[in-house]
């Protein structure tokens, strides 16, 4: 069974920075997507960024690309760097993962960490 655990959220102000982290278990290879999604209060869960394997292709969407980035050491570990965050980036952030080459969507989900950015 996959596990995810977040962490590294938390209460940051305007223009900082935070780094979020994603440790896995139970992958049966090293073929697993991983990817960012995250929800602010009242809105659906968003794609942040993804990474289809180690070393292999990333992306992010348009709002984060300049800002964020992901790093994936191993098939089982990835995190965020956040940086010049803004008070649109609150949000619960949560770590997905899935065995597959073909999707960046997942099927199993972390519980999530949460991020806060106010001064």
């Known amino acids: 069974q996959v596990l995810l655990v977040e962490s590294g959220g938390g209460l940051v102000q305007p223009g900082g920075s935070l780094r979020l982290s994603c440790a896995a278990s139970?992958?049966?290879?090293?073929?697993?997507?991983m990817s960012w999604y995250r929800q602010a209060p009242g809105k659906e869960r968003e794609l942040v960024a993804y990474?289809?394997?180690?070393?292999?292709?990333i992306r992010y969407v348009d709002s984060v690309k300049d800002r964020f980035r992901i790093s994936r050491d191993n098939a089982t570990n990835m995190s965020l760097q956040m940086n010049d965050l803004k008070p649109d980036d609150t949000a619960w952030y949560y770590c997905?993962?899935?065995?597959?080459?073909?999707?960046?969507?997942?099927?199993?989900w972390g519980k999530g960490t949460q991020v806060t950015v106010s001064s």
């Open positions: 997905g993962a899935r065995h597959t080459s073909s999707t960046y969507i997942p099927d199993n």
């Open positions: 139970g992958f049966i290879d090293g073929h697993y997507v």
């Open positions: 990474s289809m394997s180690v070393g292999g292709k």
